[in-house]
């Protein structure tokens, strides 16, 4: 008999594996192979920045590390970003060793880091990554210390570089903020467990690889390919159980033939699953399941991950897009993922408020420009039924260098290994943004698609080669050619009228200047702007129905900062802050009114886009997808009008309704909405007093404040008359103040734009007892509790 009391628990663990090796019949294996899950490791990291590149040894000297929480971005930045950080950016973080890590294999997994990645542990330098959009794993295993603690340390580099482009910061038309600024994890796995789909480093393989070889309404076959590998030295059998659930109610289980794994090599099991009357996802109805992947090495479950998964099918037929074999029009928009502040940091739930608001709009389709964008924002996409064009790094940079290509070729295979069980993915855009590229480089990444992703769609902003042709459509009406393959008009209705020279009705607005007749219109740029930019993307867009286009990408849903400009690129149809414009309910209209969701604003709508004071324009328009609409001044019908019928107007599914008043009149405005002769929603507009008061609202957008998890969220000050009417003046100083487990990210003070001061607040580990208050002059001050 062992005495035990002599063992602390790790040494005694130790102990009986070495004496279970003895015993037959005994296998050590089965002593601690209960899987773990990936673990969130990102609190409680040590950081700080450098504008000059250290060393290091340097970097281990400095003592004012400040403790910081991922994700995390070097620098806050202000609103209007004109000397954004670029340098060295410092992590360290310790690991101390667990129990329940015993005969593990330990790894940290970075779901992306800006740019170029050297990781060391104990002062020996482990890898290093180049590239900052995508993830990569380190393997600690053999490096770790037992009997001490681990310093793990990071530095980050996110100057110009020549090798992952794109364009010089001060060239660039967006930034490309640095920092840990996604996830990081901790993965403890068995000897023999689930790899890694990028870090497996397998063609067409790695991780859980899932395909739809048949997709019809009645019958669906789901192709699972699982890629195990075994790191011990001995073989191990092992047999693969795949469980597709539909909430949590069980539609099929297999389990796999035995298998054979050598040592320190890998396999690879494929099961088909055979559904009958599969549930499909679409944008309409974006059905999903959760598929369970379970490893067994004998009886004993030694791996186990959970995969959501769509059964669809994008199909093209003479050029046109069929998803489960019915034609469709993509309404689409294209997205840069910058937060104000805090760039590239944003949280899961921020990421989700974006994809809410997105689709909110009206939009089926997003182009995620220029570069992967966040596992949180894809995962949203999957759920809310946003079809996605999924792009690597590129913007009007391509090189010759050897080290470059063969950068963008690794970055396309790790895109589709990442992204590839996405249902929202549609194709695959390994293409340079607006940079010429040989039509050997094409050849090469279509090549990688086919290869990664048999059958998957290429697309790209050169015709040659892909197969799906991305047009811009200020090149379109320079260059066209009708086209020979599918084809989307990728980005419309910013260029073409900040040039002023491709809109198609210029004659009637030759007596505005460029800043009036811009698509470029902040939110404080008033009614008449904001009415301009609404015009431009109606017009805009209902000339893309000219073309054969399958989909379309407004330029562009959010206001953002670039690189080579003083001041943001306004043609977003939301601010910066995520506040709509009068462009936001265009399109909001152009969805039709029998699609309703409880996941985002759908069904019946009608706004007018006006301020309504006597600066306002007389022909007010309205947007809506009713089929008719009553417009009444102080309870006086005006009209009751079908929707506008004239050339930028004709291919529209629900043109606008515009309204001639003989004159102002202050008072109400209020538009009620009809389908089918029956009311179905109304829209107030009031001539505003003076501001007396301020109105808060949190922004939750289909997510509540997230507490723990650094989650970052906007509450809008709204000045208010004495009758709680909006008022819409700028450049009101409005002083913000927290209270509770949260802070401001955002400056103490913010001027108010079209009416609204915009707070951006970082949630701690709580929410119970946070709030936030705000006062301006005399105005009544405002309180706003969180929970």
Not at 47 to 52: G, I, N
Not at 202 to 220: C, L, N, R, W
Not at 387 to 402: A, H, N, R
Not at 706 to 726: E, M, R, T
Request: some cysteine; proline content about 5%; aromatic content about 10%.
């Amino acid at each position: 008999m062992i005495n035990t009391k002599f063992f602390n628990r790790g040494k005694f663990y130790m102990y009986s594996l070495a004496l279970c090796s003895l015993i037959t019949g005994c296998s050590p294996s089965a002593q601690n192979t209960a899987p773990i899950a990936d673990m969130l490791y990102d609190k409680d990291w040590q950081f700080f920045r450098s504008d000059s590149a250290l060393d290091l040894a340097a970097a281990q000297q400095y003592k004012n590390w400040e403790t910081v929480q991922i994700p995390h971005t070097p620098k806050i930045e202000p609103l209007v970003v004109n000397e954004q950080f670029q340098g060295d950016a410092w992590y360290k973080k310790i690991i101390t060793m667990q129990e329940s890590w015993q005969e593990k294999q330990i790894s940290l997994k970075f779901e992306a880091a800006m740019n170029v990645a050297e990781v060391w542990l104990n002062s020996e330098k482990l890898a290093t990554h180049v590239g900052g959009y995508l993830p990569f794993t380190v393997n600690l295993t053999k490096r770790l210390k037992w009997d001490a603690p681990n310093e793990l340390m990071v530095r980050l580099d996110n100057r110009d570089n020549p090798v992952t482009g794109p364009k010089p910061l001060k060239d660039l038309d967006f930034n490309t903020y640095g920092g840990i600024y996604r996830h990081v994890y901790l993965q403890i796995n068995n000897d023999l467990h689930i790899t890694d789909a990028v870090a497996a480093g397998k063609t067409a393989s790695g991780g859980i690889f899932v395909s739809y070889p048949q997709v019809t309404e009645k019958q669906a076959t789901i192709r699972i390919k699982t890629h195990v590998a075994n790191t011990h030295i001995d073989p191990k059998q092992f047999r693969v159980e795949q469980t597709l659930l539909a909430g949590d109610k069980v539609i099929v289980n297999q389990t796999g033939e035995l298998q054979t794994v050598n040592g320190n090599t890998d396999a690879e099991n494929t099961i088909d699953l055979v559904l009958a009357n599969p549930q499909l996802w679409s944008p309409k109805k974006p059905n999903l399941y959760n598929l369970v992947t379970r490893v067994y090495e004998g009886d004993s479950l030694v791996d186990e991950q959970t995969t959501r998964i769509g059964i669809r099918e994008f199909k093209w037929v003479k050029n046109q897009l069929l998803i489960n074999g019915q034609p469709i029009f993509l309404r689409g928009v294209n997205r840069h993922q910058e937060y104000p502040y805090v760039g590239y940091a944003t949280s899961d739930a921020a990421d989700y408020r974006d994809a809410v608001k997105i689709k909110s709009a009206g939009f089926d389709y997003v182009r995620l420009s220029h570069y992967p964008h966040s596992p949180a924002f894809m995962a949203a996409a999957d759920e809310l039924g946003l079809v996605l064009l999924d792009s690597i790094l590129g913007w009007q940079y391509f090189s010759e260098d050897p080290a470059f290509q063969a950068q963008i070729q690794q970055t396309c295979r790790d895109l589709i290994r990442r992204d590839r069980n996405h249902p929202s993915v549609m194709a695959w855009e390994c293409s340079l943004n607006e940079s010429w590229m040989t039509e050997s480089f094409i050849d090469s990444l279509t090549q990688i698609i086919d290869e990664e992703y048999p059958g998957a769609m290429s697309a790209g902003w050169q015709e040659y080669g892909y197969d799906i042709y991305l047009q811009a459509r200020q090149h379109r009406l320079e260059h066209y050619k009708k086209p020979t393959k599918p084809y989307i008009v990728s980005e419309y209705g910013d260029w073409e009228y900040y040039a002023m020279n491709a809109g198609l009705n210029q004659t009637a607005w030759a007596n505005l200047l460029q800043a009036d007749r811009s698509s470029r219109q902040l939110l404080s740029d008033g009614e008449t702007r904001l009415l301009q930019q609404a015009a431009n993307i109606q017009e805009a867009h209902n000339d893309n129905f000219n073309t054969p286009a399958f989909a379309d990408g407004y330029w562009v849903m959010f206001d953002y900062n670039r690189g080579y400009a003083p001041d943001l690129e306004a043609s977003g149809i939301m601010s910066i802050d995520r506040l709509p414009k009068y462009s936001y309910y265009f399109y909001q209209s152009q969805r039709d009114a029998n699609e309703v969701s409880e996941k985002f604003s759908s069904g019946p709508m009608v706004f007018i886009a006006s301020e309504w004071n006597e600066k306002s324009d007389t022909n007010v328009r309205v947007f809506s997808n009713a089929d008719e609409v009553e417009l009444l001044l102080n309870g006086k019908i005006i009209a009751k009008q079908t929707p506008d019928q004239n050339g930028n107007s004709n291919n529209l599914p629900h043109p606008p309704f515009t309204f001639a008043l003989e004159k102002f009149e202050a008072g109400e405005l209020k538009a009620i909405a009809y389908i089918n002769g029956k009311a179905v929603a109304e829209h107030r507009q009031v001539t505003a007093g003076a501001a007396k008061s301020l109105r808060l609202t949190l922004d939750t957008s289909g997510k509540a404040a997230q507490a723990g998890v650094k989650d970052a969220i906007f509450v809008y000050a709204q000045l208010v008359d004495s009758d709680g009417n909006p008022t819409y003046s700028n450049n009101v100083p409005v002083s913000f103040s927290v209270k509770g487990s949260a802070k401001l990210i955002s400056p103490v003070e913010v001027n108010t734009s079209g009416g609204i001061a915009s707070a951006l607040i970082e949630i701690g580990d709580s929410i119970e007892g946070v709030s936030l208050s705000a006062n301006s002059g005399e105005l009544a001050p405002a309180n706003i509790n969180f929970q």
